[in-house]
């Protein structure tokens, strides 16, 4: 059994930056397959990023490419996600989650959110 704990979210005015974390932890197995989603209030879940292949390959929802940087720290079983030129629909739930290993087929993984293991979320708040 794998357990995600986020941190780092918080409020921040439009066009600064916040990094939000994820630690995994309770499995003997490192998570090669790591992505942050996020929910706004009346919307769905929507992903936003996910790496995989030990940090080296990543994939990004157009809403937030090149504005947004997720990485993984293997050593620590953690992962990040780095927020720049924040927006304010960028405000929502940010959740982590993790699986042993992506799919080969990573967009349908991530689009279907099929991931094994979910944290419980860290609020992310942009003004205007």
């Known amino acids: 059994q794998v357990q995600l704990m986020e941190s780092g979210g918080g409020s921040v005015q439009a066009g600064g930056s916040l990094r939000v974390s994820c630690a995994a932890s309770?499995?003997?197995?490192?998570?090669?397959?790591m992505a942050w989603y996020r929910q706004a209030p009346g919307k769905g879940r929507e992903g936003v990023a996910v790496?995989?292949?030990?940090?080296?390959?990543?994939y990004y929802a157009d809403s937030v490419k090149g504005r947004f940087t997720i990485s993984q720290d293997n050593a620590k079983n953690t992962v990040y996600l780095q927020m720049n030129s924040l927006k304010p629909e960028d405000t929502a739930t940010y959740y982590c989650?993790?699986?042993?290993?992506?799919?080969?087929?990573?967009?349908?993984?991530?689009?279907?959110?099929?991931?094994?293991?979910w944290g419980q979320g860290t609020q992310v708040t942009v003004s205007s």
């Open positions: 989650a993790a699986d042993l290993l992506c799919w080969e087929d990573i967009v349908t993984m991530f689009q279907g959110a099929e991931f094994g293991y």
């Open positions: 309770g499995s003997t197995y490192s998570s090669d397959c």
């Open positions: 790496v995989y292949s030990g940090g080296r390959s990543t």
